[in-house]
């Protein structure tokens, strides 16, 4: 979706995407029990939370994380607008 990127809804727009292959996954023909979240870098700080909310997600899979909540915290990065 063409869109600004910002950090403030990474998380719930991820839920909300998992959330719609789960609402129609019959149409789509997709077997909830076998979904995967993939994140490389901040997407990957994302899937993990993301399952973290969804139980039905029972694979992660993250490369070259990028811990943000770290980085926040150490005072690393300024002005992010993440509330994780």
Same mark, same amino acid.
């Given at each position: 979706?063409?869109?600004? /990127?910002t950090?403030?809804?990474?998380i719930? &727009?991820a %839920? ?6 789960? *609402? !129609? =996954?019959?149409?789509? !023909?997709? &077997? ?6 993939f ?6 700080? *994302?899937?993990?939370?993301? =399952? $973290?909310? @969804?139980p /039905? *997600?029972?694979?992660? /899979?993250? @490369?070259?994380?990028? &811990?943000?909540y770290? =980085? =926040?915290?150490d005072?690393k %990065?300024?002005? $992010?607008?993440? !509330?994780?």
């Amino acid at each position: 979706m063409p869109s600004e /990127f910002t950090f403030q809804n990474c998380i719930e &727009d991820a %839920i909300n995407i998992v959330n719609y292959f789960k *609402v !129609n =996954a019959w149409s789509m !023909n997709v &077997d909830i029990s076998q979904i995967a979240l993939f994140g490389h870098s901040m997407g990957g700080s *994302v899937a993990l939370k993301v =399952a $973290t909310q @969804l139980p /039905f *997600v029972k694979k992660v /899979f993250v @490369l070259s994380i990028w &811990d943000i909540y770290k =980085a =926040a915290l150490d005072r690393k %990065i300024k002005g $992010t607008l993440c !509330n994780w």
